[in-house]
């Protein structure tokens, strides 16, 4: 029985889930939380520009004010990487 659910739990190999289509599908309020919490690593700097706004290639246009946003909404996985090896980083201080 711990194997069967150990199988079903844990194998996710399946799943389909698109990290680009998740991120598009976000409102601005929760689009701009997540890149803060997910892209701890990455610099949350305002943009040069007054306003950016960014087309990603799924063409939704969101409007953009710090770089962390930006490289959010460019390459999600990448910029959740990115966190996660400037975390991993931190700890080993």
């Known amino acids: 029985m711990n194997q069967l659910r150990n199988d079903l739990t ?4 399946f799943l389909d889930f698109d990290l680009k289509s998740y991120v598009q599908s ?8 997540a890149a803060r919490t997910l892209c701890t690593g990455i610099v949350d700097a305002p943009v040069d520009l007054d306003e950016t706004n960014i087309t990603s290639a799924q063409a939704k246009q969101r409007r953009t004010i710090t770089i962390r946003q930006v490289v959010f ?10 966190s996660g090896l400037f975390a991993l980083e931190l700890l080993s201080l």
């Open 10 to 13: 844990h194998n996710i190999r």
């Open 26 to 33: 976000l409102s601005d309020k929760n689009f701009a939380r």
């Open 73 to 82: 909404q460019k390459a999600p996985r990448e910029a959740i990487w990115f």
